[in-house]
């Protein structure tokens, strides 16, 4: 039902700047807007304190705006926060210090006090500016070369972290809980890619997004992932690891494909494989093929 | 504990483009920004038609702009919907009404499968530009007159249909289903007006908010209240009428002081009464003061 839904978005969203909604955001003249939403008990815990979930919403917004090379300008918030209580104005100094952090304005929107027991419901609109090229999901060419800036599999290991399941480093959960967006990296590369978003469904699900908007095929070599030290001394690296961090979502590292040589960015850059005629995604690593999982990451929804 | 939210949000809003949180919207350069939302049973009834609530969720965002003049230009959604079944299809099917009625395109957004049992949940942002001054709640000065455009306690009465409390003309149903906001009119107005806003929680308090925020008292005539004719042959036109249209909300009128002769708006205006020097309100009737109504509007959350 959600892929009728979203054709039926689609049909109604036929300005040019919606980029036919498959792009994550929006592009008004050298405006990049987004706005996502984050719901209890669907993309965060019960649990999760209040201030990280704040911190989370403005921090997967501002994602979106670093994929395209966009500078946050500023955000409006509409929160369904639960009546009374200590949650809401947690939730509230949250948002005061992702403001402060990320050093975007809050300028307007919406609270509402949520009927008893229902989940605290959250949206947030983040706008932009460029003032350059916009890219966008579907530059990708059969010869590029395909990277990440950042790296992957660190909040699918803090998720696991956060509900009790297992123990780990703790800038792991703190990847789950407070994700960082690269800002400073999008906007460094966004005159040099051919297509770029962020990761936050999981590296293999976004890299088949952009194999099919592109219309090319992308090859990964697993062995390149780039997974951090804390991950792999909690997780290990083995194929298997490497399949759970590449499916995991939340990580907001940037995924991106090249023709040329690209410039210095703030954070690490890794060439995990290319693009090649055809369609999909292909796994490999130092031994051959590799079968991909079925799941490639997180349908929310 | 909204107030609290209110006061903790005001603190971190501290840019200029947030009007202090004060004015329903943003302003940033020639662009005007709102975010409103609509809960399930907090601002629509769970039996309203869901094309009609999506309607209202873009025509309520809309409003805000027409009460600072600007012209609509994109729309973003945010839509907490529940899963599966048909009210999300005719929810969306309703939007694309709305943006084909107003002729404004819906540019981005997110959708959300809601938890089972949880409300539905929706967030708007609507953006707009304006190429004059874009009037606040504290422009009126002591010596303003004070006006309605528009007709005030239609939607109220309608409600009351939705209810299935009272029976009456259908067109008082729709006038709360499907409020028509005054882009037009707020435009033709918006240079000659002091101060300006939407008359959505109801008449008396969003009054209240303009004399607060402008620092003088207003004089409201309750006789000249404009009220529609279908809603006189349901509600009466004597003064407990008048107050409870003035109280009812969700009218979508604009309200607004001007000092100088006004140009000719599209839709109906009202001199209703006058700003002086004081704080709050003050009703009349042809035969002297009337007392001030115990509510004066409607407070979600």
Chains 1, 2 share one sequence.
């Not at 978005?9 to 050298?30: E, F, H, M, Q, S």
């Not at 780990?168 to 990847?175: Q, S």
């Not at 590296?203 to 804390?230: H, M, V, Y």
Request: net charge negative; with cysteine.
């Amino acid at each position: 039902v959600e892929l009728e839904l979203l054709a039926q978005l689609k049909a109604i969203a036929t300005d040019p700047a919606a980029r036919g909604l498959n792009d994550d955001v929006a592009v008004l003249g050298d405006l990049v807007l987004t706005h996502d939403m984050l719901v209890e008990g669907v993309h965060f815990l019960p649990s999760d304190p209040p201030e990280d979930v704040a911190w989370k919403l403005v921090a997967v917004n501002l994602s979106d705006l670093a994929s395209k090379g966009a500078t946050p300008i500023a955000i409006l918030l509409g929160a369904g926060l639960p009546r009374g209580g200590t949650w809401a104005s947690a939730f509230v100094a949250g948002i005061g210090l992702a403001v402060q952090a990320f050093g975007v304005p809050l300028i307007g929107g919406d609270t509402v006090a949520m009927p008893g027991g229902a989940p605290v419901t959250l949206g947030l609109t983040a706008i932009g500016r460029s003032d350059g090229p916009i890219p966008s999901r579907a530059g990708a060419a059969a010869g590029d070369a395909l990277y990440v800036a950042g790296v992957i599999g660190d909040a699918g290991l803090g998720l696991s972290i956060a509900k009790g399941e297992r123990a780990g480093h703790p800038d792991l959960l703190n990847a789950y809980r407070r994700p960082v967006p690269l800002i400073e990296t999008g906007r460094a590369l966004s005159a040099s890619v051919t297509a770029m978003m962020d990761v936050s469904d999981g590296l293999l699900i976004d890299a088949a997004r952009i194999a099919q908007a592109s219309g090319i095929a992308l090859e990964i070599d697993l062995d390149t992932i780039p997974l951090s030290k804390a991950a792999q001394m909690m997780g290990g690296n083995d194929d298997a690891a490497r399949l759970a961090a590449a499916t995991a979502g939340d990580d907001y590292a940037l995924l991106f494909t090249a023709s040329r040589p690209l410039p210095t960015a703030p954070c690490r850059v890794a060439r995990i494989g290319q693009a090649v005629r055809g369609e999909g995604l292909h796994l490999y690593n130092r031994d051959g093929p590799v079968a991909l999982p079925e799941r490639l990451g997180w349908l929310h929804g």
